[in-house]
């Protein structure tokens, strides 16, 4: 593998010192970029893309190619582990990801099988192969996997929910048969990043998306557990390097010390969680990644090149910040605003080491 010119976000990640704060976006190879549109036209829907490694390396580019970005993030998708389980994922215009065969039984649970990676999810690992080999060192390259909870929500659901009924229903009234599930996603999830970890990945994050939306109680006994699980069996050295894992709880601010307690290197904030009174109760334990909120790339570039500054104060001197948005950047936004973002970031940030 080439030596890796850039490192500033693996060593951040890690709490060591760099010029500059790195930054990276969620969701920055998307649908706000023309670009990308075009390549998932060409591939004809959205798993199409996903499932040809070719095409996913290109769109994984793209944002590189436009922006000095510190990180490449592998292009897929959170649910392509309950689609390589057997639950049949396809998407719906204007609905989201829906699954033909949702998990409602002890007999549906029970017939989950753990994928074979290297099998039934080789075109993602075949995607990381060919990403490292075309970034040839320029920038790492994260990968990255749902969470159980957030999996076995859109397994139970069927899809998207505003209510998450069927699955709290599940959590609620057969919590045993909840944590079977949930103990099988965590199996095949760490399977899963290690794979990828071997196939290429640099540094993995984990998208706990709804767990935000669990009771302190339900969080730690139903989300958090089942990530420590993951953790615990994760890859964390790899080509003679560690491979730092972020960990992202969409609305999870209140939990950061539990979070941090897992043994992660990184915790991933949106934008309700004030950056340094989380950083003041993590103290030197884990780095933070994050946490402007997206829709201030509707704003002016020098509003936004405001917000920047704000939150690099708000976090301070020193090492262990990786900047990022709270979460993915938004399909509307004017791809000229997220060139400003970042480099804001380089700029404004230099004064905040050395």
Same mark, same amino acid.
């Given at each position: 593998?080439?030596?890796?010119?850039?490192?500033?976000?693996?060593?951040?990640?890690?709490?060591?010192? !760099?010029?500059?704060?790195?930054?990276?976006?969620?969701?920055?190879?998307?649908?706000?970029?023309?670009?990308?549109?075009?390549?998932?036209?060409?591939?004809?829907?959205?798993?199409?893309?996903?499932?040809?490694?070719?095409?996913?390396?290109?769109?994984?580019?793209?944002?590189?190619?436009?922006?000095?970005?510190?990180?490449?993030?592998?292009?897929?998708?959170?649910?392509? !582990?309950?689609?390589?389980?057997?639950?049949?994922?396809?998407?719906?215009?204007?609905?989201?990801?829906?699954?033909?065969?949702?998990?409602?039984?002890?007999?549906?649970?029970?017939?989950?099988?753990?994928?074979? #990676?290297?099998?039934?999810?080789?075109?993602?690992?075949?995607?990381?192969?060919?990403?490292?080999?075309?970034?040839?060192?320029?920038?790492?390259?994260?990968?990255?996997?749902?969470?159980?909870?957030?999996?076995?929500?859109?397994?139970?659901?069927?899809?998207?929910?505003?209510?998450?009924?069927?699955?709290?229903?599940?959590?609620?009234?057969? #919590?045993?048969?909840?944590?079977?599930?949930?103990?099988?996603?965590?199996?095949? !999830?760490?399977?899963?990043?290690?794979?990828?970890?071997?196939?290429?990945?640099?540094?993995?994050?984990?998208?706990?998306?709804?767990?935000?939306?669990?009771?302190?109680?339900?969080?730690?006994?139903?989300?958090?557990?089942?990530?420590?699980?993951?953790?615990?069996?994760?890859?964390?050295?790899?080509?003679?390097?560690?491979?730092? !894992?972020?960990l992202f709880t969409k609305g999870g601010g209140q939990w950061l010390e539990a979070m941090a307690d897992t043994g992660v290197d990184a915790l991933g904030l949106d934008w309700t969680t004030d950056l340094s009174e989380a950083r003041r109760r993590v103290g030197n334990r884990v780095a933070l990644q994050g946490?402007?909120?997206?829709?201030?790339?509707?704003?002016?570039?020098?509003?936004?090149?405001?917000?920047?500054?704000?939150?690099?104060?708000?976090?301070?001197?020193?090492?262990?910040?990786?900047?990022?948005?709270?979460?993915?950047?938004?399909?509307?936004?004017?791809?000229?605003?997220?060139?400003?973002?970042?480099?804001?970031?380089?700029?404004?940030?230099?004064?905040?080491?050395?």
């Amino acid at each position: 593998m080439a030596e890796l010119k850039n490192d500033r976000f693996l060593r951040a990640l890690l709490r060591e010192p !760099v010029d500059i704060t790195p930054v990276w976006m969620m969701r920055q190879a998307g649908r706000y970029l023309p670009e990308y549109r075009a390549t998932r036209e060409r591939a004809g829907s959205f798993m199409d893309l996903c499932m040809n490694p070719d095409l996913a390396c290109e769109v994984t580019l793209q944002p590189l190619e436009r922006y000095p970005l510190d990180a490449a993030i592998l292009f897929s998708d959170i649910l392509t !582990v309950p689609d390589a389980m057997g639950l049949k994922l396809r998407f719906a215009t204007g609905e989201g990801p829906i699954f033909d065969k949702p998990v409602r039984t002890a007999a549906d649970v029970e017939a989950l099988p753990i994928p074979d #990676p290297e099998h039934e999810l080789k075109y993602v690992m075949d995607a990381v192969r060919t990403i490292r080999k075309a970034l040839d060192g320029s920038v790492p390259l994260i990968g990255f996997s749902g969470s159980p909870w957030t999996l076995a929500t859109y397994m139970v659901e069927g899809g998207s929910s505003k209510e998450y009924g069927k699955v709290k229903g599940m959590m609620f009234d057969r #919590p045993d048969l909840m944590h079977r599930l949930l103990d099988t996603t965590a199996r095949a !999830v760490t399977e899963y990043l290690n794979a990828q970890i071997a196939a290429g990945a640099q540094a993995v994050q984990i998208f706990d998306t709804w767990g935000g939306m669990l009771t302190p109680r339900d969080y730690r006994e139903f989300s958090l557990r089942y990530m420590q699980q993951i953790v615990d069996g994760l890859t964390r050295e790899s080509e003679g390097r560690k491979v730092p !894992v972020i960990l992202f709880t969409k609305g999870g601010g209140q939990w950061l010390e539990a979070m941090a307690d897992t043994g992660v290197d990184a915790l991933g904030l949106d934008w309700t969680t004030d950056l340094s009174e989380a950083r003041r109760r993590v103290g030197n334990r884990v780095a933070l990644q994050g946490n402007m909120d997206p829709t201030v790339l509707y704003a002016s570039p020098q509003r936004i090149r405001a917000e920047v500054a704000a939150v690099l104060a708000s976090y301070g001197k020193g090492e262990g910040h990786v900047f990022n948005l709270g979460h993915g950047i938004h399909q509307h936004i004017d791809p000229a605003n997220a060139g400003a973002f970042i480099d804001a970031v380089h700029e404004l940030s230099l004064a905040y080491h050395g």
